[in-house]
């Protein structure tokens, strides 16, 4: 299937995911993750915040560009501004791999239960494979936060390296951390199909457009207040299995 019609699959299934939900009265099985995330989310930003003043004093100081100068003042401004970009970046990045991580459990949970209703297949349940899925799935988003790191590095580097391609480098980091997010989200899916890692990787892999659609749409709903940080990862589990489905039926 074509790249871009994947993608728009992708996209699209939040809507979708947004009404199977409703349809069929799931909300009891999400409003403990749901709550969970906006708390990651409150206290990751708390520390954010706090320490992004102590971060801005000290290097105003070692700039030496404190002062009540016109030009000091300006400059202040866009250090402050530049700065804050920086720290807002790292923050939904380490929000999204402490979903990823410490979430595991909910995610693998909650997957299964939308895989049983809308494939009509059951899974029997074990503590064992359980156990299982939820290690699957914090070593995939491990290596992923390695593999995104390694490539969003060497983005920067060439951006320096060549400055009419720092135009991109945003647009390029948005789209490598949207395609990992979205990676986690289908291979939980296909842990419920009892395929293996490697198995998974590849089938994944051949659905790039589909992948980068659940990833970018989740890192779009974060900039949602309340509600964006409340259901994006919810809604990314279910929407990623329901399309994943769509375009590779088993």
Known sequence: ????????????????????????????????????????????GYFSWTYTGDLLEYLLVKMGVEGENWWRIMLQGLISIFVRLIIVMLYLKLFRYIVLILFAPMLAFISDKIQEINTGRKKPFTFNQFARDVVRGVVIAVKNLFLEIVVTVCILLISVAVPVLAIVAPFL???????????????????????????SRQLINNHRGLVLGIGAMFNLMLFIPFFGVLMAPVLSVVAGGLAFNQVDPR
């Open 1 to 44: 299937m074509h790249f871009f019609k994947e993608f728009g699959i992708g996209i699209g299934h939040y809507t979708i995911a947004y009404r199977f939900i409703k349809e069929h009265k799931l909300w009891y099985w999400l409003i403990i993750p749901c709550l969970l995330n906006l708390i990651a989310f409150a206290v990751v």
């Open 173 to 199: 980091i948005y789209a490598v951390e949207s395609y990992y997010f979205g990676f986690a989200m289908l291979d939980y899916r296909n842990e419920f199909m009892l395929l293996s890692a490697k198995q």
